[in-house]
């Protein structure tokens, strides 16, 4: 059970998690304006800027996603998971589009700049890759940890039991 003190702090701690998302992605919206989806170079470098702001909505996602755990409030819980695996489907799609952006655009780039294009690229899909990962681990944890026992179908893996 929930400590009531505790309580006072969910609608602050619920409001900063969301500011950790919406304010990020209202970022990058500012710098990608007005949106040119059409324009092969304008997707490759929206989706790759993109790449660079999830980590603070991703933090966001994990605050809610405690703060909710903490206070035993299932419903937010079960919003945040389901909005976490959405953000994966979401990123997946992105993701695609983002590589074959790559393939296209690449052919365009002077020879020395191809490596380090080469090299922006990788680490961007290496940052959707790790953030997609955790979203689907908030998103399945965040699921399980919302069913009324707290507890999922089957047991954890050996390496995320916990001792003792």
């Known amino acids: 059970m929930a400590v009531p003190n ?3 702090l969910a609608w602050p701690g619920y409001l900063f998690a969301l500011l950790l998302v919406v304010f990020p992605l209202g970022d990058l919206l500012v710098n990608v304006w007005p949106p040119r989806v059409g324009e092969l170079q304008w997707r490759y470098g929206s989706i790759g800027l993109l790449s660079g702001f999830w980590l603070t909505p ?3 996602v994990a605050l809610g996603a405690i703060c909710a755990s903490v206070l035993e409030h299932r419903r937010v819980l079960r919003t945040l ?3 976490s695996l959405i953000a994966v489907f979401v990123m997946s799609g992105l993701v695609v589009l983002f590589t074959l952006d790559w393939l296209q655009v690449r052919p365009t780039i002077p020879a020395e ?6 090299v922006g690229s990788l680490k961007a899909l290496v940052k959707h ?3 997609a990962v955790l979203f689907v681990w908030f998103g399945v944890a965040g699921w399980q940890t919302s069913r009324p026992d707290g507890r999922s179908r089957r047991p954890p893996a050996p390496l995320l039991r916990e001792p003792q």
């Open 81 to 83: 998971a389901v909005l």
């Open 58 to 60: 991703l933090f966001g």
């Open 113 to 118: 700049g191809k490596a380090s294009m080469d």
């Open 6 to 8: 505790v309580r006072r």
């Open 129 to 131: 890759g790790v953030v």
